[in-house]
């Protein structure tokens, strides 16, 4: 476990809360960009009464905390089934082989903290694979020594303070991870391609099974899992962002052919690559929202 750090008094932002965008998706400093896959924040009660009041998050590793600072939440969707269950005020969700999926009371206010896969269970020492396609309580989930930052941030007077203190609060533990497990960090550069993983287990000494059991408590998902989940986001987002056709993207992130491609696009994001590009460029849609750009 990482040394007790204070966690910092929240500050106004200086320039104030009606200033920052009612929903946004932030990018990580670059001393925590293998540990923080985004910030994303929406505050419902600043946007339009015509805005859709629901979030979708596809099968993906990233493991999150949301802090729900105004409003409520319902669970709809969750390990493949329809359910009706609140959200805690303060949720930790798993990594997911299912889409799960929530409704916002129209006053809803949520602050997200998605982490790379594997960056949670280096952080903590925890064992993930329980909390896999799983939505429950941080509090009571994350060791002792976080409660203290998870109310913090609750507190904080604006979505620019919570980011602030989420930094805060992470880098020297990440610091010191990376201190300690420097072998795990290429696997997290190289997004679990099979080639990192196995420099990986012979640096370490450790054979497949071991490394696959390692990889289950870390993320929660098996090794190969990971690398395909990875791989589909990172060519949509080239179409997104490179303005690339889906054949183009397909080989640039290593499929086969185009229609490979389409079968994981449709089967992790339920529609094929061409719609889903049209999909992110709606402004205000916040449906599969780690696709929409930052």
Known sequence: MATEHPVPRPAESPTGPQALPASALQSPPGALADCVRAFFWRDLGRQPTHTPTDTRVPPSP??????????????????????????????????????????????????????????????????????????????????????????????????????????????????AVADRHAAWLQVLQQDWQRGARQTLATT?????RHLQRRTRQLVGLRPGEIERMLRAEHALLTMRDGDAGALDAA??????????????????????????????????????????RS
């Open 204 to 208: 370490l000494g450790w054979t497949p």
């Open 251 to 292: 080989l640039r992130h290593g499929y086969a052919d185009q229609a490979h491609f389409s079968r994981e696009a449709r089967s992790l994001f339920e529609r094929p690559p061409a719609a889903l590009k049209a999909h992110t460029q709606q402004p205000g849609d916040d449906a599969d929202w780690l696709l929409r």
């Open 62 to 175: 990233y493991p999150g905390i949301i802090w729900l600072t105004r409003g409520t939440a319902q669970l709809v969707e969750c390990a493949g089934a329809t359910i009706a269950a609140a959200m805690p005020a303060i949720t930790l969700s798993g990594a997911h082989r299912h889409p799960y999926h929530s409704v916002s009371s129209r006053d809803g206010d949520s602050f997200c903290l998605a982490f790379q896969p594997g960056a949670l269970g280096l952080l903590t020492g925890q064992d993930l694979a329980p909390l896999t396609d799983q939505v429950t309580d941080a509090s009571a989930w994350l060791p002792e020594d976080w409660r203290p930052f998870l109310a913090a941030v609750h507190a904080a007077p604006d979505h620019g303070a919570r980011k602030a203190l989420c930094v805060a609060f992470l880098t020297p533990r990440w610091g």
